[in-house]
């Protein structure tokens, strides 16, 4: 049974004005916090023992004693043995108590149990609750079912290793780093029968998940993550915003490609299939004809979730596209929230932000923007689940 929203939007009535934004401390934690103090707001990181002092020490918040802000980000840190211990009862009514509203990221949803997050989590999220399900790839209804829906193009489907005649890509967790990938590339059954024992035997990847692992077409061409974010408080025909365009820095792929083929081949066979971990991100812009597909995409998008998702995508969230050869976007990949790679716009802003709102815009200042500008308007209600 999952949380109802009309009781998130009841403990608004006994919320503080204004609020403190809150984020788990990882992934774009660093985002949402420098938004926020844009904005005028305090923030609240959530971080795992171990994994504080870039928080608590480096982008501490110092500020005057009336409260003008001089240096950093983070007003308070909360840390906890495991990520997932915030979601321990004592540790939500903490929350509730200090008027915390969560920024959910990739952080939160993949280390706090989704079953938690949905039915047992009663602390207000400035986002969708029930849509974060969709990036797990083994659920039955996932992103695919939902990019499907909406008439947004996607990779082929391989039925299965049997069915592989050309260049493909498997699509499963890492065994290990849960946040991160365990893809490999296979262009034969015989292919994908040698990576997959290499990858087993090295730890990289679970029998468990490669059994329900995705198989599709690969696509060459450039990746673009496109970086969107939706307001329910505007006109629908003004609701959709892109704010930016970044691509991941993934180890040890990127490592692999700035080698020439001969050096490559001088490495060890293991050393050889890349690891697919993300350690960075760089930004993008795209060419000006491919942009109204692009917005094309998001509107698809967000009518498919308010139909099948009520109340649908708020906020912030990330289409992950490989442009072919003609610049036709394909949808690989879904992040129903904060994208991973918007750190690199924090402070500066993102470049089509920038240009839509006439001053510095990244992905969590659009955030703060917009729980400043439902504040305003006594609309709060309308952007928590």
């Given at each position: 049974m999952t949380?109802?929203?009309?009781e998130?939007?009841a403990?608004?009535?006994?919320?503080?004005t204004?609020?403190i934004i809150a984020?788990?401390?990882?992934?774009s934690?660093i985002?949402?916090?420098?938004?926020?103090?844009?904005?005028?707001?305090?923030t609240?990181?959530?971080?795992q023992?171990g994994?504080e002092?870039?928080?608590?020490?480096?982008?501490?918040?110092?500020?005057?004693a009336?409260?003008?802000l001089?240096?950093?980000?983070?007003?308070?840190?909360?840390t906890?043995?495991?990520?997932a211990?915030?979601a321990?009862?004592?540790?939500?009514?903490?929350l509730?108590?200090?008027?915390?509203?969560?920024?959910p990221?990739?952080?939160?949803s993949?280390y706090?149990p989704?079953?938690?997050i949905e039915?047992?989590f009663r602390?207000?999220?400035?986002?969708?609750?029930?849509?974060?399900?969709l990036e797990?790839?083994?659920e039955?209804?996932n992103?695919?079912?939902?990019?499907?829906?909406?008439?947004?193009p996607?990779?082929?489907?391989?039925?299965?290793?049997?069915?592989?005649?050309g260049?493909?890509i498997v699509?499963?967790?890492?065994?290990?780093k849960?946040?991160?990938?365990?893809f490999?590339?296979?262009?034969?059954?015989?292919?994908y029968?040698r990576?997959?024992?290499?990858l087993?035997?090295?730890?990289?990847?679970?029998?468990e998940?490669?059994a329900t692992?995705r198989?599709?077409?690969y696509i060459?061409?450039?990746v673009?993550?496109?970086n969107?974010?939706?307001?329910?408080?505007v006109?629908r025909?003004?609701?959709?915003?892109?704010?930016g365009?970044?691509?991941?820095?993934e180890?040890?792929?990127?490592g692999?490609?700035?080698?020439p083929a001969a050096?490559?081949?001088?490495?060890?066979?293991?050393a050889?299939?890349?690891?697919y971990t993300?350690?960075?991100?760089?930004?993008l812009?795209?060419?000006?004809?491919?942009?109204?597909?692009?917005?094309r995409l998001?509107?698809r998008?967000?009518?498919?979730?308010r139909?099948?998702?009520?109340?649908?995508i708020?906020?912030p969230?990330?289409?992950q596209t490989?442009l072919d050869?003609?610049g036709?976007?394909?949808?690989?990949d879904?992040a129903?929230?904060?994208g991973?790679?918007?750190?690199?716009?924090?402070?500066?802003?993102h470049?089509y932000?920038?240009a839509?709102?006439r001053?510095?815009?990244?992905?969590?200042?659009?955030?703060?923007v917009?729980i400043?500008r439902?504040?305003?308007?006594h609309?709060?209600?309308?952007?928590?689940t």
């Open positions: 949380v109802e929203r009309g998130m939007q403990l608004l009535e006994r919320y503080p204004p609020p984020a788990v401390g990882s992934h934690a985002d949402i916090a420098d938004g926020a103090v844009s904005e005028g707001f305090r609240l990181v959530l971080a023992e994994r002092l870039t928080y608590r020490r480096y982008y501490r918040a110092q500020r005057d009336d409260g003008t001089r240096r950093g980000c983070v007003d308070d840190v909360w906890y043995p495991r990520f211990d915030l321990a009862p004592l540790e939500q009514e903490r509730r108590g200090a008027g915390a509203l969560l920024v990221n990739r952080a939160f993949s706090v989704l079953d938690a039915a047992q602390v207000p999220l400035v986002g969708s609750r029930t849509m974060l399900r797990e790839r083994s039955r209804e992103y695919y079912t939902l990019l499907e829906a909406a008439g947004i996607t990779p082929t489907r391989v039925a299965g290793p049997g069915a592989i005649d260049l493909s699509k499963l967790p890492h065994a290990v849960r946040l991160e990938r365990g490999f590339t296979v262009a034969s059954p015989a292919e029968d990576k997959s024992a290499q087993l035997e090295l730890g990289t990847i679970s029998r998940d490669l692992a198989i599709e077409r060459v061409g450039p673009f993550n496109f969107f974010f939706f307001s329910p408080l006109p025909a003004d609701g959709l915003e892109l704010l365009v970044d691509e991941r820095r180890s040890s792929l990127d692999l490609v700035r080698l050096q490559q081949m001088e490495l060890g066979e293991a050889r299939v890349p690891e993300v350690v960075g991100h760089g930004t812009t795209v060419r000006e004809s491919i942009l109204e597909d692009v917005f998001g509107e998008f967000v009518d498919a979730a139909r099948r998702y009520p109340p649908g708020l906020g969230f990330c289409l490989c050869r003609d036709k976007p394909t949808v690989f879904v129903a929230r904060i991973g790679g918007t750190n690199i716009h924090l402070g500066v802003g470049p932000g920038n839509l709102w001053t510095p815009m990244s992905s969590g200042r659009r955030i703060a917009e400043r439902a504040l305003e308007v609309r709060l209600k309308e952007i928590v």
